[in-house]
């Protein structure tokens, strides 16, 4: 089965950064919409970020609005999600996700729509 990798990931100090990215060795990201979510303990797993296959158009969860940025490298096949400023409730292990969306501005928000996803990658804010 088709697997996205997540890292940068660790532990960070309340108001500091992390750069989350996903790759994959086994297809063109390129060519689809990405989806970061993620998922604290007891909770249900969440959207945060995602970005069009096109680049053109992305979206955020309330809670991460102005601190953190979604962006993609097509070169590097990989796709970025900086963090700053992060608190405590950010907390959670973080999934990439894949959509099929070739050249389209579409931002796909629910996780059913994701067809390939990653094993996560654990974020703690603690000091």
């Known amino acids: 089965q088709l697997q996205l990798v997540e890292s940068g990931g660790g532990l960070v100090q309340p108001g500091g950064s992390l750069r989350l990215s996903c790759a994959t060795s086994?297809?063109?990201?390129?060519?689809?919409?990405i989806g970061w979510f993620r998922q604290a303990p007891g909770r249900e797993r969440e959207g945060v970020s995602c970005?069009?296959?096109?680049?053109?158009?992305?979206n955020y969860a309330d809670s991460v609005k102005d601190r953190f940025t979604i962006s993609r490298d097509n070169a590097k096949n990989t796709v970025y999600l900086q963090m700053n400023s992060l608190k405590p409730e950010d907390t959670a292990v973080y999934y990439c996700?894949?959509?099929?969306?070739?050249?389209?501005?579409?931002?796909?928000?629910?996780?059913?729509?994701?067809?390939?996803w990653g094993h996560g990658t654990q974020v703690t804010v603690s000091s």
């Open positions: 970005i069009s296959s096109s680049g053109g158009s992305t």
């Open positions: 996700a894949a959509d099929l969306q070739i050249l389209s501005d579409y931002v796909p928000r629910d996780l059913d729509e994701y067809d390939y």
């Open positions: 086994a297809f063109t990201l390129e060519y689809y919409a």
